[in-house]
């Protein structure tokens, strides 16, 4: 495209993804259960004719780390898709996080729970991405888009900074949409019960 439409404005030259990212430490016998609303996506796995509308073309989230010795950036522990993911009738999740030999007996898809071993290492980065194409898979009321959280505004670095936007670990700009993280040990999660009310996770303090 001519200028000024050939500056790419997105880390992977695609202007249509948009990511989350937090920083995770996971302390020994404690777990992570991340809660909030997924977005609906199109299924495309079996043979779908046609791509249906949807309020977001795809929806991922992964946690990374270093490796062993620190040897490789951005080592893929786990990656969840938006079709793998247990979901109740609001279309809200719970996804809990743990070393494998610390996993919760009800972080299990029956309890409503999508569970994923955390991985070796104690200090990772999770991301999110949220894929958005106008129009047919866009929320124009809560994606994490340039119109909802612009730059100048939702960049750290900038003097206008809105920390309320998306930067508190609790909804911002996009409502029930923005992932709460929470922090508690494993007998805490245990004893949440079965099926899991994701509004029954105590807060992080």
């Known amino acids: 495209m001519p200028p000024p439409g ?19 430490f996971l302390g020994d016998h404690k777990v992570y259960a991340i809660t909030g609303r997924l977005p609906t996506t199109p ?4 043979r779908e004719p046609t791509m249906e509308k949807a309020q977001a073309r795809y929806w991922s989230i992964c ?3 270093s490796g062993e010795d620190s040897k490789y950036q951005n ?10 993911i247990v979901v109740d009738s609001e279309n809200d999740y719970v ?23 955390f991985g070796p290492e104690s200090t990772q980065v999770s991301q999110i991405r ?16 340039d119109e909802n959280i612009p730059w100048d505004t939702g960049a750290w670095m900038q003097r206008e900074f809105d920390v309320t ?30 099926p899991i009310d994701p509004a029954a996770i105590p807060d992080w303090r």
């Open 75 to 84: 080592a893929v522990y786990g990656c969840l898709m938006d079709d793998e």
């Open 130 to 145: 949220w894929m958005s194409v106008y129009p047919d898979h866009y929320m124009e009321e809560f994606a994490p888009s």
């Open 43 to 46: 299924q495309t796995r079996n």
């Open 165 to 194: 936007l998306v930067g508190e670990n609790k909804p911002g700009v996009m409502g029930p949409y923005h992932p709460v993280i929470h922090y508690l040990s494993k007998q805490e999660f245990e004893a949440l019960g079965c």
């Open 95 to 117: 996804i809990v996080w743990s070393r494998g030999k610390e996993r919760p007996a009800n972080a299990r898809p029956e309890c409503g729970v999508t569970w994923q071993d």
């Open 63 to 65: 946690h990374t780390g």
């Open 6 to 24: 050939n500056i790419p404005h997105s880390a992977t030259d695609c202007p249509y993804h948009n990511y989350l990212i937090r920083n995770f």
